[in-house]
């Protein structure tokens, strides 16, 4: 059916339909029936394709091919006789890679059902009627035959016919490319013929899914939902969009493919320096025999190489700490919906925010009025409002300043319902952001009368009359005067100041157009309205200014009442760091830049105005967030590097395009998260710098053995090294509690790579140290067991010593994980001691305790090539010993680090 083309009467009787809704039994029955109104999901990725796709990382491909080879040397070496311990090795790499793909499918299905989780919590809904009732409900429970209630900055959740507009305007790009915004009308439109048909955009008194209502109000039917939608034509087309990378997934990207490069080239060296060094030194003549066997001793060595320069859990770990993050998050009520804001989050240096809701309560109340009639204000401001009082209720419910305004009306004995009985309404003039005003006309017994409420400096231009107690006098000078000096003193009370006014008609207007309607008006009075600010912004405001973030008040608000409010919370302390967004009218781009950084308070803006104060403040290079809650904040969210939603009074667009949603509303959220983002980053940096600097060690003994011709570490013990000792110290590390002095510090610059500020430097010291106590360890044990160090150079092998190195190593990687829990802070500051991270400790007790079984379980002595009884308490002193002189060494680079910082920043 082209609905279209159809009287409204007949498009609901033909979805059984009416006026007032559907009964939730009925819709009961039409949602099993239609199912679900969303666009069906594209076939989600099997395990299987998820399993192949994990290994396609080229580490694991690097570790696959490990195995590979090491299994055709054994193979090869056993010249046709083997038994199943000679595949030790292949097999411990297999199971290392089975084990990482394995934690990498688990984090990815956690994080799918997180966002499935979080899309549940920032689900859309929509106004429906139900039952004769207006309620709000899920998009995805609408059903054929609902009838919509629309407001500006709505989202159209499904192919509508309109039965009710009042200057409804929509903006329909989505579906015709088309940004100007559409007039809706509830006219039927006739085609030529009965074989032409309407083009998608010029179907005006239709509303269609994935469309937004950016101007006044109405009421439509539903007629497709689903996949039934215009929307769901094209539904394939809108589900090819690729999943976002995060920066940080970027970097470690491109540290892997360095790492690759890195390790493929000294595997490469290793492998010619071996053939070249064994042809030179050997007293035999020149065979293919005698290369091929070197060949293969300098493969092994070259594969022990692989494996130590590969940190191979670090994908996974550094996976799960942002997943855990994220989780952090969502509990203190910022929801992530976009995983590029955990890490811009941690650098943000300016935060606008909207005032009302966010830095105060949202719940306004009438505390004061200037008026000759209270009854008529009351009954002009209650009316002139679209918040809703249901009889039995004592709160009325929709935006909160005009819920203050119905709430008075009640608190004097005048409920909305009850006024609405005496005069309905039969028409308006929206609320429109340009003009401050909204009109609505209303019957009443004697005619036809409009209230119209808005700005006051806007509304007095307007007023032709005033209203005293002696009746109706025209406005003179003196008396708008005397209007404007008691709007000052609301407002220096910081108090929202309304104006009412009403006209009388003894016929309905011919047009509502407010530029026709909205003159000659009666001034009846003023009300005073205040939102407290939230008791917890003040301490957040104090918290921005100690980590360098500037908090800057964007509202629509007269400039007295902001800045009222901005003295009082500490945005500023200079009535001159506030401006008017008629004053930013007169800048030019280039001034807008120069002049941003005088401005704390901008009142009286408009969107547009926005999204002129988040590009200044980038174009400085400025990290920015913004908050937003209305249709038109949509262009400044995109603009900022942080697009902040409202959860509760936020529409749907805005939420749609914000990075982060917040679920209170409430600016110290965003502080809250600021604090966790810093947190994350700092965890995932030390987890980075811990891991690299110990592989670093590994990868500088090996390559040194090979040179010189004796082994220190078999792969067996170097995977070991990396998927125990390093992995589940790494993810202690990721659950570290954010530093005192985290929200202290300056942000972070964006361009900061993972290794700056020192970072590199440090983990390049760190790493030779290891190696350093590494290599100290396994001449000790070669010591110990030959008495002299005479034959290591010969390739002698000495299984005690590469015992004593492998302890050595893991008890001074558990050291080093300890002394990662502050990157340039003491672990003996208060701090340290104070916070104790448990879960480093039970990682540090779990990892001692699979070290030791490892060395003294017959099992598992075999496959680390560890013979019995070679451990004694002397061996273990040693070993100990050697990696507690971690402890003092690097408290000595740490405390270098904090001096070279403290000069610098002089």
Not at 135 to 153: H, M, Q, Y
Not at 321 to 333: C, W
Not at 462 to 482: F, H, Q, S, W
Request: net charge negative; charged share 25%.
């Amino acid at each position: 059916m082209k609905y279209y083309c159809e009287e409204r009467e007949q498009v609901l009787a033909s979805l059984n339909s009416g006026e007032n809704g559907l009964s939730s039994a009925e819709a009961e029955k039409r949602l099993a029936e239609n199912g679900k109104n969303k666009l069906a999901e594209p076939e989600k990725e099997s395990l299987f394709r998820k399993f192949i796709r994990s290994l396609a990382d080229p580490m694991i491909i690097m570790l696959i091919v490990a195995a590979g080879i090491q299994a055709v040397v054994t193979v090869l070496e056993a010249h046709g006789t083997f038994k199943f311990s000679d595949f030790a090795d292949v097999f411990v790499i297999l199971v290392v890679v089975i084990i990482n793909t394995a934690m990498s499918l688990i984090q990815e299905s956690k994080s799918e059902a997180a966002m499935e989780a979080l899309m549940q919590m920032t689900a859309a809904t929509s106004k429906v009627l139900r039952d004769g009732q207006v309620c709000v409900i899920k998009s995805e429970d609408i059903v054929p035959g609902d009838i919509l209630v629309f407001e500006a900055g709505d989202a159209v959740p499904a192919d509508c016919r309109i039965l009710e507009s009042h200057s409804l305007k929509v903006e329909e790009a989505a579906l015709t490319g088309e940004s100007v915004p559409v007039n809706k009308i509830i006219d039927v439109l006739y085609c030529r013929d009965e074989n032409a048909d309407v083009p998608l955009g010029d179907r005006t008194n239709m509303l269609y899914s994935g469309s937004t209502v950016v101007y006044g109000r109405g009421r439509a039917v539903v007629t497709a939902t689903g996949m039934e939608t215009e929307m769901g034509k094209i539904a394939d087309a809108l589900s090819e969009a690729e999943k976002e990378q995060t920066p940080l997934q970027k970097k470690m990207a491109e540290l892997s493919r360095f790492l690759t490069k890195l390790v493929l080239g000294i595997c490469v060296l290793v492998f010619v320096i071996g053939i070249v060094e064994s042809l030179l030194i050997s007293d035999q003549s020149f065979s293919w025999k005698i290369l091929g066997e070197t060949g293969l001793d300098t493969f092994i060595a070259a594969i022990a190489l692989a494996v130590a320069a590969i940190p191979e859990g670090l994908p996974a770990v550094v996976t799960i700490i942002l997943s855990i993050g994220v989780t952090a998050m969502s509990k203190r009520q910022a929801l992530i919906r976009k995983l590029t804001a955990v890490e811009t989050l941690g650098c943000t240096q300016i935060i606008c925010t909207d005032k009302t809701g966010t830095l105060t309560q949202n719940k306004m109340t009438v505390v004061d009025e200037f008026t000759a009639d209270k009854e008529l204000l009351a009954t002009a401001m209650a009316l002139c409002s679209d918040a809703e009082l249901q009889p039995g209720e004592t709160q009325s419910t929709g935006e909160p300043t005009e819920c203050a305004l119905v709430n008075y009306a009640f608190s004097i004995d005048l409920p909305k319902y009850q006024l609405k009985e005496k005069q309905p309404r039969i028409g308006e003039a929206p609320f429109d952001s340009g003009r401050k005003m909204m009109s609505t006309v209303h019957r009443t017994e004697k005619g036809f009368i409009q209230y119209t409420k808005g700005a006051c400096d806007v509304m007095l231009a307007r007023c032709t009359g005033y209203l005293t107690e002696n009746g109706i006098v025209p406005m003179t000078k003196e008396l708008a005067d005397g209007i404007e000096q008691k709007n000052k003193e609301f407002a220096d009370r910081a108090l929202r100041v309304l104006c009412a006014a009403y006209r009388e008609y003894d016929q309905e207007p011919e047009s509502y157009d407010a530029e026709k309607i909205e003159n000659d008006l009666i001034f009846i009075g003023i009300t005073g309205m205040i939102d407290p600010c939230r008791p917890e912004v003040y301490d957040a405001i104090q918290e921005c200014r100690e980590a360098g973030i500037r908090p800057v008040m964007i509202t629509g608000d007269h400039k007295d009442t902001a800045v009222a409010i901005a003295r009082d919370l500490g945005i500023i302390t200079d009535p001159g760091e506030a401006i008017v967004g008629a004053e930013l009218d007169q800048f030019s781009d280039e001034e807008m830049i120069e002049e941003v950084t005088k401005y704390s308070v901008y009142a009286r803006v408009q969107p547009e105005h926005k999204t002129r104060i988040v590009q200044a403040w980038r174009a400085r290079g400025c990290v920015t967030a913004m908050t937003g809650d209305g249709v038109n904040d949509a262009p400044s969210i995109k603009a900022a590097d942080i697009g902040v939603g409202m959860g509760i009074t936020g529409t749907d667009v805005t939420k749609g395009a914000a990075d982060m949603v917040l679920a209170d509303d409430n600016f110290a959220t965003i502080v809250h998260a600021v604090e966790e983002g810093r947190k994350i980053y700092d965890n995932v940096c030390k987890v980075l710098q811990f891991q690299l600097s110990t592989n670093m060690a590994e990868v500088i003994i090996m390559f040194l053995a090979s040179l010189l011709n004796f082994t220190i570490l078999s792969p067996v013990h170097l995977l070991w090294i990396n998927m125990v000792t390093d992995s589940l110290p790494g993810l202690a590390l990721g659950m570290e509690k954010a530093e005192g002095d985290v929200m202290k510090r300056k942000p972070r610059a964006s361009t900061d790579g993972i290794f700056s500020n020192g970072a590199g430097y440090d983990m390049v010291w760190q790493g030779v140290y290891l190696a350093i106590i590494e290599i100290a360890a396994y001449l000790i044990g070669y010591h110990l067991e030959f008495g002299s160090m005479a034959g290591m150079f010969r390739g002698t092998v000495c299984v005690n010593a590469m015992a004593m190195a492998f302890l050595t190593v893991n008890f001074a990687e558990m050291m080093c994980a300890v002394n990662m829990r502050s990157r340039t802070g003491s672990i003996f500051s208060k701090g340290m001691l104070k916070n104790i991270n448990w879960w480093l400790l039970g990682a540090f007790a779990v990892t001692t305790l699979f070290t030791l079984a490892a060395i003294y379980t017959p099992g598992l002595q075999q496959v680390f090539d560890i013979e019995p009884g070679t451990f004694q308490t002397k061996e273990l002193l040693i070993s100990a010993g050697l990696a507690l002189s971690t402890v003092p060494v690097f408290e000595i680079g740490k405390a270098l680090r904090r001096a070279a910082l403290r000069k610098a920043e002089k």
